[in-house]
């Protein structure tokens, strides 16, 4: 239709995150971003964990912005951090499961940011926290964990994903659920109705 808006970009692959904006009914389309989240990082080396996610979503989105300088483009990221240590995506089963031996009966720490950039502008950007409460896990339980969710898993941060088998990591969790799933949806529709992307 001739002067429609262009649609809403989102710059990821993550299926929860895709789940979310379809269950919320937000219209989109999807594009990942390549960044070189490493390098990110190590340029914001001293950074806390949400100034980090934040950073890496609004690059995300900027990345994809630039390809699409009409769009308002909506960049995501998680990071996980443990005992003050920060863990990135597992890369292989056997690392899946040094993170979990390691979660073990500690609090995961999950900052979940997201970032809404229009051309060389972020418009928006939000980062929000939860803490997840692992119970202790037997190496049998984690190795039938990963017989259930590998490599599924692989794709997240924490080793887990809250709407499958991951709930069983865990015996409480305070904070929102959308943070658990990875992005501050509640925030973001309030941006995308200031926006004009939704109706108010």
Known sequence: MNGARPPL??????ASRRAMLDAAGVSYEAQPADVDERAIETELAGASAPEIAEALSVAKAAAIAAEKPGNLVLGSDSLVVVDGKRFDKPTSREGAAE???FFSGKVIELH???ALVRGDTCEWAHTDAARLHVRELSDHFIDHYLDLEWPAVSFTVGVFRIEAAG???FNRIEGDQFTVLGMPLLPLLGALREQGVLKT
């Open 9 to 14: 970009v989102l710059a990821s692959k993550s």
């Open 99 to 101: 993170h979990l031996r």
């Open 167 to 169: 709930v069983q990591l």
């Open 112 to 114: 979940s940011a997201a």
